[in-house]
């Protein structure tokens, strides 16, 4: 049996705190370490480090925060993220970022390591939401994606969403693998009595927005869809579950609603128990990707609505409703999601969510870097 590769992966926009984006790389690097490979994490830092984790190594670098993100850092000297991926000595490169390192493909070319990008977005939706003029986007978008799939030996799209617009391109070697869901640490038997009572009692609708509080999420669509639903005569009450530069301005928002804001738990399990315990969760954001968070919450039993213009309704399939970006139909879609009987809804949920195992998505991923498992790592002296 050959040795392992070492899979060098580099992203940017990664929270310090949580975030899909982390949370697949975390469940990707276990899977390559447990196919024998030898995966190191670059991303940038408060300040620079060299770690041990059970997903591999993870090389943090200071770079600087991003202003208005709510803690996203960046990896911005060109110069030494090239000298330290040489000391690296990758053997595949993998990259999680379009945007500012899309650089990185040169170099991996320049020295003959073959690299795959990761597009976990639409750039033509991105633009949009910047306001960029819709022929204008498409045309930014299509010069953009060009450079990367000349510049990277192969793209892996997570949705068939995010895949459209380099198949618009007519570029190759582009391969859709979906991401994966935790089925052992997000499941129904999850839901907590206890901790939906603090929020809801027996007659009231528990809705649930479990995301950052940037301006990508539109985060304040959760809040005007419940007083859509309050205004209908529906009891709902919103847990707002996480933190970001918005928050602020979605408590004076939210004034004189039922709604109740967490900030961010860093533990798991309480993020689990909240979302099996309520009966809607809202991923309102016109731009999500794979929406590992949606996932989640379909994984816990509960079903989801999401914006229609995202690549959510791909992932979701039956098991939620797609809406049009207004709290009008934010709030008609979660009316009709209560009018199915409650264990359809639930059972529907989670069988979809057991569809998107990380098994599949790490085989998915080897299979693109054409590295084949090698068994597991050897074990570490003592």
Same mark, same amino acid.
């Not at 633009?127 to 986007?137: A, H």
């Given at each position: 049996m050959g040795a392992g590769l070492r899979i060098v992966r580099v992203a940017n926009f990664v929270s310090g705190r949580s975030g899909g984006l982390r949370t697949a790389l975390r469940h990707l690097g276990e899977g390559y370490l447990a196919a024998g490979h030898d995966p190191v994490l670059l991303v940038p830092g408060r300040r620079d480090s060299d770690q041990r984790h059970p997903w591999g190594q993870v090389v943090t670098l200071?770079?600087?925060?991003?202003?208005?993100?709510?803690?996203?850092?960046? &990896?911005?000297?060109?110069?030494?993220? $090239? =000298?330290?991926? +040489?000391?690296? #000595?990758?053997?595949?490169?993998?990259? /999680?970022?379009?945007?500012? &390192?899309?650089?990185?493909?040169?170099? $991996? =070319?320049?020295? +003959?390591?073959? #690299?795959?990008?990761?597009?976990?977005? /639409?750039?033509?939706?991105? &633009?949009?939401?910047?306001?960029?003029?819709?022929?204008?986007?498409?045309?930014? #978008?299509?010069?953009?994606?060009?450079?990367?799939?000349?510049?990277?030996?192969?793209?892996?799209c997570t949705t068939r969403w995010a895949a459209e617009e380099f198949h618009r391109i007519g570029a190759s070697d582009v391969e859709l693998v979906p991401l994966g869901v935790d089925l052992d640490a997000f499941g129904p038997r999850r839901a907590d009595p206890c901790l939906r009572e603090r929020y809801a009692d027996s007659t009231e609708v528990l809705v649930v927005h479990c995301a950052r509080m940037s301006v990508e999420k539109r985060p304040e669509l959760a809040v005007d869809a419940l007083a859509e639903l309050r205004r209908a005569g529906v009891p709902a009450v919103l847990v707002m579950a996480g933190d970001g530069p918005l928050r602020p301005a979605l408590v004076r928002r939210a004034a004189g609603l039922p709604v109740h804001f967490t900030g961010f738990l860093p533990d798991r399990s309480t993020v689990a128990a909240l979302l099996a315990s309520a009966d809607v969760v809202l991923a309102p954001g016109p731009v999500e990707t794979f929406g590992l968070a949606g996932l989640e919450a379909l994984a816990c039993g509960t079903p989801v609505v999401v914006n229609a213009a995202s690549a959510l309704p791909e992932v979701i399939g039956v098991a939620g409703l797609a809406a049009y970006g207004s709290a009008g139909s934010i709030a008609e879609a979660v009316t009709r999601l209560l009018a199915r009987p409650e264990a359809r809804r639930r059972h529907a949920a989670r069988a979809r969510a057991e569809e998107f195992g990380w098994p599949a998505a790490v085989a998915g991923f080897l299979r693109a870097h054409a590295a084949e498992p090698v068994g597991p790592p050897p074990a570490t002296p003592t």
């Open positions: 200071a770079g600087p925060e991003l202003p208005r993100s709510g803690g996203y850092r960046l &990896l911005t000297d060109r110069c030494r993220v $090239a =000298r330290v991926l +040489g000391g690296l #000595a990758p053997d595949r490169l993998e990259v /999680s970022d379009r945007f500012t &390192l899309r650089w990185t493909g040169d170099w $991996a =070319r320049a020295h +003959g390591v073959p #690299a795959l990008m990761v597009s976990h977005e /639409s750039l033509t939706g991105l &633009l949009g939401q910047w306001r960029v003029p819709d022929q204008l986007s498409r045309r930014l #978008a299509d010069r953009l994606n060009g450079d990367t799939a000349r510049s990277y030996d192969r793209v892996v």
